[in-house]
């Protein structure tokens, strides 16, 4: 049964960082495009950044493209998520997701999800 895990959220001031885990299970990580999506209360659920199956090959959101920096450890199976200079707007649950070879910023089709983490920044 595959599953993904995701840890490392918490309450965090303004420009602070965070780092956020995914751990995959089920034998599914080195063949996946891994993804980080959020959402905000009230909120779509949105693209915040991904990841090629090598690690070679990453895409962001502008939104928090230069703070925010995704990498992965296939020998870990685990994807994280860097978050620096953290905003009040960041806040929102975090979830990752997975997908077999597609890169795309739409959480339509994901192959799986996990349960997600919440992120909390304070002004």
């Known amino acids: 049964q595959v599953q993904l895990v995701e840890s490392g959220g918490g309450l965090v001031q303004a420009g602070g960082s965070l780092r956020l885990s995914c751990t995959a299970s089920?034998?599914?990580?080195?063949?996946?495009?891994m993804y980080w999506f959020r959402q905000a209360p009230g909120k779509e659920r949105e693209f915040v950044a991904l990841v090629t199956q090598s690690g070679r090959n990453t895409d962001y959101a502008d939104s928090v493209k230069g703070r925010f920096t995704i990498s992965r450890d296939n020998a870990k199976d685990t994807v994280y998520l860097q978050m620096n200079s953290l905003k009040p707007e960041d806040t929102a649950v975090y979830y990752c997701?997975?997908?077999?070879?597609?890169?795309?910023?739409?959480?339509?089709?994901?192959?799986?999800w996990g349960k997600g983490t919440l992120v909390t920044v304070s002004s």
């Open positions: 997701a997975a997908k077999v070879n597609l890169m795309t910023r739409s959480p339509a089709g994901m192959d799986y």
């Open positions: 089920g034998g599914i990580f080195g063949r996946h495009i």
